[in-house]
T-cell receptor, first 113, second 115 residues
Framework: AAGVIQSPRHLIKEKRETATLKCYPIPRHDTVYWYQQGPGQDPQFLISFYEKMQSDKGSIPDRFSAQQFSDYHSELNMSSLELGDSALYFC????????????FGPGTRLTVT | GENVEQHPSTLSVQEGDSAVIKCTYSDSASNYFPWYKQELGKGPQLIIDIRSNVGEKKDQRIAVTLNKTAKHFSLHITETQPEDSAVYFCAASPYSGGGADGLTFGKGTHLIIQP
């Protein structure tokens, strides 16, 4: 079965640079979630979108923004990168909202030097 | 906001024995409780979930129980196998029916299956 696709899988950036992470949900899924996972930590919810509209907001820094496009894929834009932004970034998708199962992608490993 | 506590942080069991991981949550509005298995370098994999209108759910060797009054839920794995070794996360979310609510995760349990 098709899964969530994330690109790139690995990304190395320098401090103060920008980065864009992409997420392609499971076909027919209309809801996308972004999570950040530091080394040895649990995933932290950043933001979610349903039908191209922002739905829920977690601990997303003001330097980050995201959107969902007409084909339901989503992009997470990160500016003024800091060393502390180095982490795994996961995208998850679901069909609908309200406690529906969230399926995670393989993640993008971002390293900020 | 929601706070999820998970115990133990590390659990080592003999192959074939059972493993139990426990979680508690703080927000009485939380109604959806999934469990994820994460292997090294991979994304979390949904293995089972339970909603507040159900007290127990089973899928082959895996079962989850929920006590909404006490605000705790548990994962039970029977007849453990080497491939069960991974980090397991519990999570909670309000099942509001109106939005794409994010999950609040526990800190994770590193399950080690000893051959």
């Amino acid at each position: 079965a098709a899964g969530v696709i994330q690109s790139p899988r690995h990304l190395i950036k320098e401090k103060r640079e920008t980065a864009t992470l992409k997420c392609y949900p499971i076909p027919r899924h209309d809801t996308v979630y972004w999570y950040q996972q530091g080394p040895g930590q649990d995933p932290q919810f950043l933001i979610s979108f349903y039908e191209k509209m922002q739905s829920d907001k977690g601990s997303i820094p003001d330097r980050f923004s995201a959107q969902q496009f007409s084909d339901y894929h989503s992009e997470l834009n990160m500016s003024s990168l800091e060393l502390g932004d180095s982490a795994l970034y996961f995208c998850a998708s679901s069909l609908g909202t309200g406690g529906n199962e969230q399926y995670f992608g393989p993640g993008t490993r971002l390293t900020v030097t | 906001g929601e706070n999820v506590e998970q115990h133990p942080s590390t659990l080592s069991v003999q192959e074939g024995d059972s493993a139990v991981i426990k979680c508690t949550y703080s927000d009485s509005a939380s109604n959806y409780f999934p469990w994820y298995k994460q292997e090294l370098g991979k994304g979390p994999q949904l293995i089972i979930d339970i909603r507040s209108n159900v007290g127990e759910k089973k899928d082959q060797r895996i079962a989850v129980t929920l006590n909404k009054t006490a605000k705790h839920f548990s994962l039970h794995i029977t007849e453990t196998q080497p491939e069960d070794s991974a980090v397991y996360f519990c999570a909670a979310s309000p099942y509001s029916g109106g939005g794409a609510d994010g999950l609040t995760f526990g800190k994770g349990t590193h399950l080690i299956i000893q051959p």
